[in-house]
C-alpha cells in the first residue's frame, strides 16, 4: 500500500515561487514513477509533471521552464518547484504514483494519490 501526503501550498503572489513536497510510505516505492497533477474549480485533473525511479522526467507544456520536479529515494519524497507562478496556476496540486511511465499523462491510469494542497496565485 502506497500512502501519499503533499504540503507545501499556499498563496502567493504573480511570478513567486513555492515549493511543494510528497512524503510517501511504501515498502517498494523507490521504483514507483511520482507525479503532479492539479485540478482547478470546474476543471479535469491535469497532469503538470512526472519523474521516474531512474529519474526521466515529463512536464506539461504550460509549465515547462518554470516547473522542476525531482525526487529524494532515501527520504521518500518527490518535490515540485514552482517559480514564475502565474494565477492560471491556482489549483489544488496532487501528487501521485504507480508504477507507469513517466509519459503518461491521463490522471484515470494512477492508483495512488495524495489529499491535494491548494495553490493560490494572486494577480
Known amino acids: 500500500q502506497v500512502q501519499l501526503v503533499e504540503s507545501g501550498g499556499g498563496l502567493v503572489q504573480a511570478g513567486g515561487s513555492l515549493r511543494l513536497s510528497c512524503a510517501a510510505s511504501?515498502?517498494?516505492?523507490?521504483?514507483?514513477?511520482m507525479a503532479w497533477f492539479r485540478q482547478a474549480p470546474g476543471q479535469e485533473r491535469e497532469f503538470v509533471a512526472a519523474?521516474?525511479?531512474?529519474?526521466?522526467?515529463r512536464y506539461a507544456d504550460s509549465v515547462k521552464g518554470r516547473f522542476t520536479i525531482s525526487r529524494d529515494n532515501a527520504k521518500r519524497t518527490a518535490y515540485l518547484q514552482m517559480n514564475s507562478l502565474k494565477p492560471e496556476d491556482t489549483a489544488v496540486y496532487y501528487c501521485?504514483?504507480?508504477?507507469?511511465?513517466?509519459?503518461?499523462?491521463?490522471?484515470?491510469?494512477?492508483?495512488?494519490w495524495g489529499k491535494g494542497t491548494l495553490v493560490t496565485v494572486s494577480s
Open positions: 501521485t504514483a504507480d508504477l507507469i511511465y513517466p509519459s503518461c499523462n491521463y490522471f484515470g491510469s494512477w492508483e495512488h
Open positions: 519523474i521516474s525511479w531512474s529519474t526521466s522526467i
Open positions: 511504501g515498502r517498494t516505492l523507490n521504483i514507483y514513477t
